[in-house]
């Protein structure tokens, strides 16, 4: 178990300074209305990119606490966010988990198995937040408060 652990540790710290200070990886996804979704459409915006599970325990806490106040605190201030969906391409599955938690308003994209290996998805919640030209500012593993998101995203909005 220990070491179990100790491997995890040490692929958490790579995947933090591998993509940190990088480029996000571009994508071409579909969202939950079954339109397309580039990573250029962020571009000119600090940008959101929730990575979650609809069965994630953690994340039916996460987004509809924190995300939700992070999103509609800034989503009038050149500012995006999307929630990443890993683990189902069902627009009604999706649907009724953001009726259930209460963000209907907060878009939702369907993360492929191409994207979770490029962007390092070793489990949800994972938050990326990247800056006006793309750039990968900060990656957060699990729940993050809308305090610890909203004194980043302050920093890069101005």
């Known amino acids: 178990m220990r070491n179990k652990i100790i491997t995890l540790l040490i692929l958490i710290t790579l995947t933090y300074a591998y993509g940190k200070g990088l480029r996000a990886p571009y994508f ?5 209305n079954g339109k397309v979704v580039k990573l250029t459409d962020f571009k000119g ?24 106040y992070i999103y509609r605190k800034y989503k009038d201030k050149n500012f995006k966010t999307a929630i990443m969906v890993m683990d189902t391409v069902s627009p009604q599955k999706v649907k009724r988990m953001k009726q259930e938690l209460g963000i209907e308003e907060i878009p939702c994209i369907f993360a492929t198995e191409e994207i979770l290996r490029k962007y390092r998805i ?5 938050t990326f937040l990247l800056d006006k030209d793309l750039t990968i500012k900060r990656i957060f593993f699990g729940r993050q408060s809308y305090k610890e998101l909203e004194r980043w995203i302050k920093k890069y909005l101005k």
Do not use: M, N, Q
């Not at 915006?45 to 939700?68: A, G, M, Q, S």
């Open 28 to 32: 071409k996804l579909i969202d939950e």
């Open 45 to 68: 915006y600090v940008t959101l990119l929730v990575f979650c599970k609809t069965t994630c325990k953690v994340c039916k806490k996460y987004i509809p606490h924190d995300v939700k």
């Open 122 to 126: 070793l489990g949800s919640p994972t």
